[in-house]
């Protein structure tokens, strides 16, 4: 069974990884151009979506509660990555 500290880490190499392929991404193409400050708020938005994920697989015990959690989660992250990539709901999270 898994530490605690163990999920943390291993939850932490997973966001470095995601955040490595734009990282990569920029050193081959000018079409990605990300700054520091975009770096840092996927990092936090990708942070947190793996510890409440983690939180969710360890609290919630019925299969269809903890998938339909899940789900939400990512449903959610993945709206509000597209709202501050193209703001596609015009609020000003985005700059609208």
Same mark, same amino acid.
């Given at each position: 069974?898994? =530490?605690? &500290? +163990?999920?943390?880490?291993?939850?932490?190499?997973?966001?470095?990884?995601?955040?490595?392929?734009?990282?990569?991404?920029?050193?081959? &193409?000018?079409?990605? +151009?990300?700054?520091?400050?975009?770096?840092?708020?996927?990092?936090? #938005?990708l942070l %947190? =979506?793996?510890?409440?994920?983690?939180?969710?697989?360890?609290? %919630?015990?019925?299969?269809? +509660?903890?998938?339909? #959690?899940?789900?939400?989660?990512?449903?959610?992250? #993945?709206? %509000?990555?597209?709202?501050?990539?193209?703001?596609?709901?015009? =609020?000003?999270?985005?700059? &609208?």
């Amino acid at each position: 069974m898994k =530490t605690k &500290s +163990n999920r943390l880490i291993g939850i932490v190499i997973f966001v470095v990884a995601l955040l490595f392929i734009p990282f990569i991404a920029m050193q081959f &193409s000018d079409d990605v +151009n990300w700054t520091l400050a975009d770096f840092v708020i996927a990092g936090i #938005l990708l942070l %947190v =979506t793996g510890l409440i994920c983690d939180f969710i697989l360890r609290k %919630v015990k019925k299969k269809e +509660n903890r998938t339909a #959690l899940i789900i939400a989660i990512i449903v959610l992250l #993945l709206l %509000v990555w597209a709202e501050l990539a193209v703001g596609i709901f015009g =609020t000003p999270l985005a700059g &609208s």
